[in-house]
């Protein structure tokens, strides 16, 4: 058999094309140093692979992400009840069917300790990312509008927000009836033509189905295509890391890989870089282990894994006599923000966002929630279809530090390597804010004047929000990362995607993931000059 070349060293090797691996591997390449990403899943072409104009689309949007072996993907859970762990893998990540949402953290957000009492403050700021978030609202063209409740000054978005929708307006006027503030979600979709790419034509499928014009901010149509521009960053699709290698120093020497026909392949590089999300960086780190790293690479804390953290993700449907057509536009309608922070009148601390959710709510998806065949059917469609509403919240989980991210002993993948296995059971804060959250919906959505109200219901794992697993902190006894997401154990080790976050806020993370890796990528980039790396 005739074996393959061993790739050539490179200055840094990337794992995951993301949203945080994208932004480094474009900044590392324009800073000129040579990069390769290794995504484990495929690249997408939006013109041709997305079916957006076709009629069955929501059938076949989301099969375009299947893997070819589900095995690839298989996970287990450590609860009674089933953990919904949602993800993308491709050039681009989740991005490639995310919102867009592009919320920034609170300043409380970075300082819960302090503020509340709970969880741990961040090793950083909200000033010290500051600039970073208007760096990649800048690199993203993000429509939005400033002076949002609770939101730090800031100046204006690079885009004019979006408009409201029919549906979104009828529930901006049951917020203003609560004396709360229905605010365009900022997003990371073209609301006029912005470099290079054209404007939204609001469709309002792209989170099924990916933008097949380019018009929302995917990392593969933003950073990827300037990374890869430079003609110093390599992207290789269909290659899955099994294990990061150190030499007798310590120090990650190489990637082990499976190549997309199967066959362990090794790139080494002078600095390794982990963005494969908050389940997959932490199982990587475990499943490389080594006589200087017996629990797994990075983890003389204990720490890798532990705290695993989502957002209280709670759904409620509702109908409405006036016809509002919901699917109109953006999937994100709008946010509501004034139960964010910590309010008296609550038995929890901490607390969460409303959002407009107008998704899933097109013909076939209305049409298999409701019961019945024939005629009944066929009344109950007229009465619904283009009257409901959908209102998610993205609630403030704590961190505990019982919620993990471990390898299943028995589960193996499509390469035969230990699945994760997921851990997150609610604490006593999480439930009594679900309550709250349960019961605020319902009046949401009595004050906007709904006819009809299903059962607010939390969904496990439906915020799709992961979140903490290798924590960044001061201490390397209570942290994995210092305040540069730069491994305390390996220097030359950095994880920029949401595993290093510290808590989780009431805000959708794409943003704080991409400005934390443009502040990291910066860091290293400073690094590599003085010769420190």
Same mark, same amino acid.
């Given at each position: ?9 490179? $200055? ?31 690249? #997408? ?56 949402? /592009?919320?920034? #953290? ?21 000033? $010290? ?32 927000? #979006? ?56 990392? $593969? ?26 030499? &007798? ?46 629990? &797994? ?166 915020? /799709? ?13 209570? /942290? ?54």
């Amino acid at each position: 058999m005739v074996r393959k070349r061993k790739p050539d060293p490179v $200055d840094v090797c990337i794992v995951g094309a993301g949203a945080a691996g994208a932004v480094v591997a474009k900044k590392l390449g324009q800073a000129g140093l040579r990069v390769v990403v290794l995504e484990a899943g495929p690249r #997408f072409n939006p013109a041709t692979d997305y079916p957006a104009r076709q009629p069955d689309f929501e059938v076949a949007g989301p099969a375009v992400y299947d893997p070819q072996d589900p095995r690839r993907d298989l996970y287990t859970w450590g609860t009674a009840h089933w953990f919904n762990f949602s993800r993308v893998k491709g050039v681009g990540g989740s991005t490639l069917v995310y919102t867009g949402i /592009s919320r920034r #953290f609170h300043v409380s957000d970075f300082r819960v300790r302090s503020t509340d009492g709970v969880a741990d403050d961040w090793p950083i700021t909200y000033e $010290d990312l500051a600039p970073y978030y208007d760096e990649v609202e800048r690199e993203l063209g993000v429509a939005g509008l400033a002076g949002a409740p609770g939101e730090a000054p800031r100046g204006p978005y690079p885009l004019p927000p #979006f408009g409201f929708n029919c549906a979104s307006q009828a529930i901006q006027q049951g917020a203003r009836r609560l004396g709360w503030q229905l605010w365009p979600s900022p997003l990371a979709i073209n609301s006029v033509p912005y470099d290079g790419r054209p404007a939204c034509i609001r469709c309002g499928a792209t989170t099924v189905t990916g933008c097949p014009i380019g018009a929302k901010g995917t990392a $593969d149509v933003t950073y990827i295509r300037k990374a890869e521009a430079t003609g110093r960053v390599e992207v290789r699709p269909l290659c899955t890391a099994r294990e990061i290698t150190v030499d &007798g120093q310590g120090r990650a020497r190489s990637v082990i890989y499976f190549d997309p026909d199967g066959e362990e392949q090794e790139q080494e590089a002078r600095l390794m870089v982990l963005a494969a999300n908050a389940v997959e960086t932490p199982r990587l780190l475990l499943l490389s282990k080594s006589s200087l790293f017996p629990q &797994g690479l990075a983890n003389s804390s204990g720490l890798v894994g532990k705290y695993f953290t989502e957002h209280l993700a709670v759904f409620t449907e509702a109908v409405f006599e006036q016809r509002l057509d919901p699917w109109r536009g953006p999937h994100a309608g709008g946010m509501i923000e004034d139960l964010y922070e910590t309010r008296p009148e609550h038995d929890f601390v901490r607390g969460w966002t409303f959002e407009v959710n107008n998704g899933w709510l097109w013909p076939y998806s209305t049409a298999r929630k409701i019961p019945g065949w024939g005629q009944e059917h066929k009344d109950a469609m007229r009465r619904l279809f283009g009257h409901m509403v959908s209102i998610a919240t993205v609630g403030e989980q704590l961190p505990d530090v019982n919620n993990t991210v471990t390898l299943d002993p028995k589960v193996v993948d499509n390469h035969g390597l230990p699945v994760p296995r997921i851990t997150n059971r609610l604490g006593d804060n999480d439930r009594a804010m679900i309550r709250a959250i349960k019961a605020r919906t319902v009046e949401l959505l009595e004050a906007a004047g709904a006819v009809e109200i299903r059962e607010p219901t939390h969904k496990p794992g439906g915020s /799709s929000h992961y979140l903490g697993t290798c924590r960044m902190g001061n201490d390397p006894r209570s /942290s994995v990362l210092n305040r540069w997401c730069q491994s305390h154990d390996v220097p030359n080790l950095f994880v920029v995607d949401s595993s290093c976050f510290v808590t989780g806020g009431a805000a959708n993370p794409c943003l704080t993931i991409q400005a934390l890796a443009a502040r990291s990528a910066d860091y290293m980039i400073e690094q590599v000059g003085r010769g420190e790396l």
